[in-house]
């Protein structure tokens, strides 16, 4: 898996392209570590695919870990069926709010917009300590 980054204005926009891997994770916490974190972000997942389930879980985990990450606001764009189901299927467990957008002006759009989440104590999910968020603030 490859990130391509591009900033403007108060955006980072991250072009994820080829497949996920337990190979490529660490590189991609480290970019959600010292470039990501505290941002507006639009990850366009097109070019984004993976073979049966490796790496998946921990992928979507890093992102779930991103954006409990204070000032972090994410928006999908372009994202594959399969990922579609694995995301709203997170969502249903509130680990990742999903805010999925055709287009990549959409998605830059709607941050002129407040995001609105509610969320109780019950709802707050625990996370393994190999992707915990903190490990994104160091």
């Given at each position: ?12 926009s ?45 992928f979507l ?34 680990q990742?709010?999903l ?40």
């Open positions: 898996m490859q990130a391509r980054i591009r900033k403007s204005k108060q955006i980072i991250v072009d994820l392209i080829g497949k996920v891997d337990y190979e490529t994770l660490e590189g991609f916490i480290d970019l959600c570590r010292h470039e990501l974190k505290g941002n507006n972000i639009v990850f366009n997942l097109e070019a984004l695919s993976f073979v049966g389930s490796c790496g998946v879980t921990n985990n890093i992102l779930a870990n991103l954006q409990r990450v204070p000032m972090t606001r994410i928006k999908y764009v372009c994202m594959a069926k399969e990922f579609v189901k694995l995301f709203q299927s997170m969502e249903e467990t509130k990742v709010p805010a999925l957008y055709l287009t990549e002006f959409e998605a830059v759009k709607s941050f002129e917009t407040p995001d609105v989440v509610v969320a109780s104590e019950s709802e707050t999910a625990t996370v393994p300590h190999e992707l915990n968020h903190q490990d994104l603030e160091s």
